[in-house]
């Protein structure tokens, strides 16, 4: 049993939004977390559109990311 699914939404040969929305069906009951270093504020809305239970980013959604 999964506890928790974590996606980077970085992923660059397959969509991650996509992967979520696969998975998601197939375990309704798991969490799933995408976790990114962009701060891609439509990619976010997009994976929260397909369910997903919080996203972990570094830097705030819409902000410019700063070393």
């Known amino acids: 049993m999964l506890d928790l699914g974590l ?3 970085g992923l660059p040969d397959t969509g991650s939004v996509q992967m979520i929305r696969v998975c998601k069906p197939q375990h309704p009951a798991v969490p799933m977390a995408p976790v990114s270093v962009l701060a891609d504020e439509p990619l976010v809305l997009n994976a929260i559109g397909v369910g997903v239970t919080g996203c972990i980013a570094q830097g705030r ?7």
């Open 7 to 9: 996606v980077d939404l």
């Open 61 to 67: 959604v819409g902000a410019k990311n700063h070393p």
